[in-house]
Structure formats: C-alpha cells, structure tokens
C-alpha cells in the first residue's frame, strides 16, 4: 500500500477539479489577501474565483513586519514566523467562510508568505563556482510558519516559492509571469500585466507568445512611497491614500520628480527585481527630507509621490518593452494601485496611445490576482509542473517551485 502521502498526492492527481486557496502578504505589509479558486485541467486550464478577502494585520503585528524588514532581530524573526503562521490560517479560514465552502473540501493552499528580506543576484547567476558562492550576498526569505497552517486548516500547504528559482541563478522574482501567460496572453494583441501592489511590475506578453518569448521584471515603487509618506503625515491613523484624497489635493513638484527618477534602478536592464530594502523605510526618509528642502506641503508630496509611481513604469515600458515589442496595444492593471483614480489618469495621460483596462475585466479580480496566481502556483507544484519563467526571472532553467508541508 502506498504511504498516505502518497496516495494525498494520487488522488489530488486524478481530481477533475480542485479547490486551492492562495495566502500572499505583499511589500505594504498591511494583511493578508486571501483567495479561494476552482481549478480545472492539469496546467490549469480553467480557473474560476469563488470568494476573495483581505484580513488586515493588527497594528503591532504590521509595525513588528516592517520593523523586522528594515531592521531586525533573530528573536523577533522567530516568534513572528509563527504569528504570521496563525494570521495566515485565520485568512485560510475567512477566505472559505466568504465562499460557504467547508475547510474539509479545500485540497491545497499556496502561501508565498511575508518576503522580510529580499537580496536577489545582480548580475547572471551561473558566474563564480565552488565554495565562493557563499562570498554573494544573495537570499530571500518569506515566513508565515507553513507547519502552522497546515496544522490550523488540515490542508496541505505548498510556500516557499522563492528559493528555487535563486538557487537556479534567477531573482526568485516575479513569479506571477507564468500565471499571467496562462491567463491573459491574447492571440493577437501585444499586452502587459501591470500590478501595482508596494512595489509594480509587469509582464510582458506578445501576441500569441509562446512561454520563452514572455518577460517580466519589477519597474520600481508602487504604493509603498505612497502608502508611507500617508502614514508618516497622518501619524499612522491613514495607512494608504484611499481614492487618491491626498494625491487630488496636491501638486506635483517637477523638480523632486526629477530626482526621484535619477535612482539607478530604472536604468538596470531586466531581469531585475527589487522591494522594501531598496525603496522602504530607509528610502522613504530620504525622500521625506528632499521633500521638506523643497519646502513641499504633505498633499505635494503624495501627488509627487504617485506621480513618481506613473513616470517609474511609463519609463519601464518606453526603455525596455516598446522596443523588443514594437507596440503596445493593452495595459491590463491589478494590484491595489488600480484602485486609486488618480494614479491611473497620471498613468492614461503618460500613455495615450494605449488601452488600459482592469483585469476585471478579464475575470481576474484586480485585488486578488497574486493571491489566485500563488494558488496556480501551488497547483502546479503538486502536479509536478514547473512555475518560473526563466526569460522573466534569469534563471538558469525551469524548476519546480515550493515546498510541500502535509498536516
């Protein structure tokens, strides 16, 4: 007789249809989104959304994560693993609640967990041999304990999605992109992928691409500028700018945008990846002092701020995907900075040649759309599929991504 493992992973195999939960805390570090989907088909090759929920960090809890992030301990590191692990049960549980769905009839979750610290590979990962590859300050590192979630629900959890494509020489980011093509690659039209979550990133999808001709890379800032300098001048009692209230109110400073822009990021050729410890706290302080020597009013240092989210992917797109492309003929936009209307009509003006349309539309829910790609993403794992995109990450090779944690 085969060993329960064994037959779990059998009989999951040989489902028709499975119900997967996807877990995923982004840059902002604010909670946790939750998505509860059916899957059809091996790849998959049908994925439907049932339910969708974001259960919001405890204050202490989200000062704890971007503290750690910026400056932690190992004590602090520990205990924090856990108590993300019992958060991201909680979400586990809301997620199936909103869908009236029982947790006994869910057969996987997908956590990609809270990245603390993210250093990937500059440069091609193959160079350098032996036991000099310890010398490379390379790593990443999600937590939300798996062990405990698969303990809480009684499901088996699929993390850690990260570290295989690094250890193939790759940025271990973005890995969306595969999901993206699965989903949103159209026949004829040229798009991109825009999410716009703490940090925006793209994928790049030509017409009728097949895998290897997709790229991705991240463009810089998102919200995470936006969300901090809210919070700073707000003294934490607004943690993002809802509806774009701030950013309305304020003028945008030429002068600082300028020098924003002249951040060496932009100009790197892809692949590249990046986050909160090149564009968090320690980024946002500089940024806060320009501001205050330019004698700026909080209401111009978020429209700046947005505006600097808008010029940072506009460049992206110009500098690196108009040209191998040819043209661009959608824009379709996820991620909680779809949601702020002055954002998007900074990004429309910047690009009037192109449609730009929320992947609603598309029957993706533009909040959920990484929660429902690390779901794939765990799917495919237990099915034995690989899920990098060597041509978005730099790595070496397609590998099979994440860890598998039974309960």
């Known amino acids: ?61 989200c000062d704890a994560v971007l503290c750690l992030s910026h400056n932690g301990d190992v004590e602090t590191l520990c205990w924090l ?49 032996g ?22 629900t009684g499901v088996p959890v699929v993390s850690n999605f990260r570290a295989k494509d690094m250890a193939v020489g790759g940025q271990g980011a973005p890995l969306v992109p595969l999901v993206d093509w699965l989903l949103l690659r159209h026949p004829s039209q040229n798009r991109v992928a825009l999410n716009i979550g703490g940090i925006a990133n793209v994928t790049v999808l030509p017409a009728n691409a097949s895998p290897e001709r997709v790229f991705a890379f991240d463009t810089g800032p998102g919200n995470m500028l936006i969300d901090g300098a809210v919070r700073h001048f707000s003294g934490g009692r ?4 809802r509806n774009g209230q701030w950013a309305r109110r304020g003028q945008v400073c030429p002068s ?41 009013q909080p209401a111009d240092v978020v429209a700046t701020l947005t505006a600097f989210t ?28 779809a949601n702020n209307p002055v954002l998007m009509a900074m990004l429309a003006e910047r690009l009037p040649q192109v449609v730009i349309r929320f992947s609603d539309e598309l029957g993706l829910k533009r909040d959920a759309k990484e929660a429902v790609a690390f779901a794939v993403l765990a799917h495919r794992t237990v099915m034995g599929l690989t899920g990098n995109l060597p041509s978005a990450t730099g790595a070496q090779m397609s590998v099979i991504l994440g860890s598998l944690t039974l309960p």
Do not use: C
């Open 1 to 61: 007789m085969l060993p329960k493992a064994w037959r779990w992973l059998d009989s999951y195999a040989q489902a028709k249809e499975r119900l997967v939960i996807g877990l995923i805390s982004g840059t902002s570090a604010d909670g946790v989104d939750a998505t509860l989907v059916r899957l059809m088909g091996d790849e998959p090759n049908r994925v439907e959304t049932l339910a969708f929920v974001t259960l919001p960090y405890p204050p202490a809890l």
């Open 81 to 129: 693993n856990f108590a993300l692990g019992e958060v991201f049960a909680d979400a586990a549980f809301a997620v199936v609640k909103a869908a009236g769905v029982p947790m006994t009839k869910v057969h996987l979750i997908g956590s990609h967990g809270q990245t603390v610290r993210h250093l990937p590979l500059k440069g091609q990962g193959g160079k350098g041999t």
């Open 131 to 152: 036991h000099r590859k310890w010398r490379r300050k390379v790593g990443t590192l999600q937590i939300g304990e798996p062990s405990v979630i698969a303990m809480r």
């Open 238 to 241: 607004q943690t993002f700018d």
């Open 256 to 296: 600082f945008l300028r020098w924003l822009m002249r951040h060496p990021y932009f100009r790197r050729p892809p692949p590249k990846s990046t986050g909160r410890e090149m564009f968090g706290a320690a980024f946002l302080q500089r940024v806060l002092a320009k501001a205050e020597a330019f004698s700026l």
């Open 310 to 337: 808008a010029a940072s992917i506009t460049f992206a797109l110009q500098r690196f995907v108009l040209p191998p492309m040819g043209r661009l003929d959608e824009l379709i936009v996820s991620g909680g900075g």
